[in-house]
Nanobody
Framework: QVQLVESGGGLVQAGGSLRLSCAAS????????MGWFRQAPGKEREFVAA????????YYADAVKGRFTIDRDNAKNMVYLQMNSLKPEDTAVYYC?????????????????WGQGTQVTVSS
């Protein structure tokens, strides 16, 4: 069982930065692939970024490539999402997710545990 708690969301102007954090419980955290997804009002939840268990492989949605960076610290049971050059279209609730697949994945169905989400609002 893995429990996930996101933090770091907030209101930021376009062009600004935010760093989201996800604290995970469970002694086997390092064996899970981790991902970030987001859901804007009236839209489906979508993939943002994923990172493998060893942090050696990362994946990004085209919409955030070059602006967002996913990272993890297995010693601290933490996953991070650094978001730079934010745009109004990045406004959404951001969710942290854990996958029993060591590489994570880009599909919602590949993830087994989800956090409650943190709101990110980017003003123009």
């Amino acid at each position: 069982q893995v429990q996930l708690v996101e933090s770091g969301g907030g209101l930021v102007q376009a062009g600004g930065s935010l760093r989201l954090s996800c604290a995970a419980s469970g002694r086997t955290f390092s064996s899970y692939g981790m991902g970030w997804f987001r859901q804007a009002p009236g839209k489906e939840r979508e993939f943002v970024a994923a990172i493998g268990w060893s942090a050696g492989r990362t994946y990004y949605a085209d919409a955030v490539k070059g602006r967002f960076t996913i990272d993890r610290d297995n010693a601290k049971n933490m996953v991070y999402l650094q978001m730079n050059s934010l745009k109004p279209e990045d406004t959404a609730v951001y969710y942290c997710a854990a996958s029993a697949r060591v590489g994570g994945g880009t599909r919602i169905t590949q993830y087994d545990y989800w956090g409650q989400g943190t709101q990110v609002t980017v003003s123009s």
